[in-house]
């Protein structure tokens, strides 16, 4: 199985300052899916942004972007102009290509943002 | 929004007591999915559907069953709630299409076992 490893439990940014969250994977798949989601205290599972793996380009949602090193096997978030509303646990997610059916989770980074 | 509806959203119950949750979707999707979320865990496969009767298990199935009669509904049962099982349980969906792939999450039930 596919794992996929936040080392960041917990991170803080300052309201308007950029912040990077971290993310690896480890599989011996060529073609597959990440993703970022977030979870603010609501509780609902928002998705923040996708990236597939034969896709060189790394993916852009507004002032979310990821740092995609297929090498590395690294897929990390950034986000740009931190608002108060970006505060959330944010989890890294793998999907297959090939098989389509599980997709493995991180344990989540809690992100605070200071005013 | 994905059309995915989750019931019931909260529960309180004894251990020993049967619990079953149900999660209703109106987007035809072939794979549905149960997880639930612990902290320091985060979300934990139980079981998924890849299609009507079509079922298998995730990494913490034990103590807990699927079933899927109809595309739109997947319910998880708890056969005799233990405390251990005192979480928040997810039901997500999955098309496999090219375009998309990720999951749509339902908004969670949280259940309390005693």
């Known amino acids: 199985a596919q794992t996929v490893t936040q080392s960041q439990p917990e991170m803080s940014v300052q309201e308007a300052e950029t912040v990077t969250l971290s993310c690896t994977y480890d599989t011996s798949e060529s073609d597959y899916y990440l993703f970022w989601y977030k979870q603010p205290p609501s509780r609902q599972m928002i998705l923040v942004i996708r990236?597939?793996?034969?896709?060189?380009q790394n993916a852009t949602e507004n002032r979310f972007s990821v740092n995609f090193q297929k090498a590395a096997k690294s897929f990390s978030l950034k986000i740009s102009d931190s608002q108060l509303g970006d505060a959330a646990m944010y989890f890294c997610a793998y999907r297959s290509r090939d098989t389509g059916n599980q997709f493995y989770f991180g344990t989540g980074t809690s992100l605070t943002v200071i005013p | 929004d994905a059309g995915i509806t989750q019931s019931p959203r909260h529960k309180v119950t004894e251990t020993g007591t049967p619990v079953t949750l149900r999660c209703h979707q109106t987007e035809n999707h072939r794979y549905m999915y149960w997880y639930r979320q612990d902290p320091g865990h985060g979300l934990r496969l139980i079981h998924y559907?890849?299609?009507?009767?079509?079922?298998d298990k995730g990494e913490v199935s034990d103590g807990y069953s699927v079933s899927r009669s109809k595309t739109e509904d997947f319910l998880l049962t708890l056969e005799s709630a233990t405390s251990s099982q005192t979480s928040v349980y997810f039901c997500a969906i999955s098309g496999y299409t090219a375009n998309t792939g990720e999951l749509f999450f339902g908004e969670g039930s949280r259940l309390t076992v005693l």
């Open positions: 559907s890849y299609g009507v009767k079509d079922t």
């Open positions: 990236q597939e793996a034969y896709k060189q």
